[in-house]
């Protein structure tokens, strides 16, 4: 079993771990892994601080209330702290913008790295929410499931991959 401390585990032994989380999901949550959704809720909870009146919309009411939703939302922030402590305690923290970075899109300034990072994640999210899911959400929960749509959104995230990766790639 690799070490907390270890640079990097084998993506097999860690996709095996995140396909059990299924396990629990299912049984404790009744729900599948995913995280789009947890950008609603917080979005949402936003909203409704700005106008309470936005609660009785069914839409918002839907992302407000119950465990799951919430339950994305701690996923999320789990996820963010665990590569946090995981970059700590195997002292693989970074500082700057990393050279394979700049070399694969000429930024090399940590603001225009941040604003691209985020520009890229808006339009992942926005994706994500037309999908009606997100990388985990089909990618590990509905292809678990044998889910049609599952499988149709994970084929066309590895061409828009591929193809981004194509268009980015310096020769």
Request: hydrophobic share 50%.
């Amino acid at each position: 079993m690799p070490a907390l401390s270890d640079r990097a585990w084998s993506p097999y032994l860690a996709g095996v771990l995140i396909g059990l989380l299924q396990i629990p999901a299912f049984l404790l949550m009744d729900t599948a892994l995913g995280t789009s959704s947890s950008y609603v809720t917080a979005g949402d909870s936003l909203a409704v601080l700005a106008d309470p009146g936005l609660r009785a919309l069914d839409y918002a009411a839907r992302h407000l209330e119950g465990a799951k939703n919430w339950w994305q939302v701690a996923l999320v922030v789990g996820i963010a702290l665990g590569a946090y402590v995981s970059s700590r305690l195997s002292g693989t923290r970074r500082r700057g913008v990393s050279t394979v970075w700049a070399r694969a899109t000429g930024i090399s300034r940590p603001a225009r790295r941040f604003a691209m990072a985020f520009g890229a994640g808006f339009i992942m999210l926005l994706g994500a929410r037309i999908a009606d899911g997100c990388t985990s959400g089909h990618g590990i929960s509905g292809m678990a499931q044998l889910a049609v749509g599952s499988i149709v959104a994970v084929t066309a995230m590895f061409a828009g991959g591929i193809a981004t990766a194509f268009l980015f790639r310096r020769v």
